[in-house]
Nanobody
């Protein structure tokens, strides 16, 4: 079992920045990929960014150049630095982990981009 706890969401104006944090606990030694997904109202959950244990990253085209995913294997954290936020980035953001033992999700944190 893996437990994921997110923090850092909130309300930000267009063009602003936010940093999301996710702390993992539990059986982590077999976790391979960690990342962030988001779900906007009325839409399906979508990938934002993922990072492997060896720090290989993959980003959604819509966030490339604006978001940065950072993983610290020693601290069991994965953070998402978001800049130049736009209203279309408004969503609930979920931390995710994947490995041979399964896929796990955090409870989600709301990000709202609005003036």
């Amino acid at each position: 079992q893996v437990q994921l706890v997110e923090s850092g969401g909130g309300l930000v104006q267009p063009g602003g920045s936010l940093r999301l944090s996710c702390v993992a606990s539990g059986s982590l030694f077999r976790v391979n990929v960690m990342g962030w997904y988001r779900q906007a109202p009325g839409k399906q959950r979508e990938l934002v960014a993922v990072i492997s244990r060896s720090y290989i990253t993959n980003y959604a085209d819509s966030v490339k150049g604006r978001f940065t995913i950072i993983r610290d294997n020693a601290k069991n954290t994965v953070n998402l630095q978001m800049k130049s936020l736009q209203p279309e980035d408004t969503a609930v953001y979920y931390c995710n982990s994947r490995g041979p033992d399964g896929t796990y999700w955090g409870q989600g944190t709301q990000v709202t981009v609005s003036s």
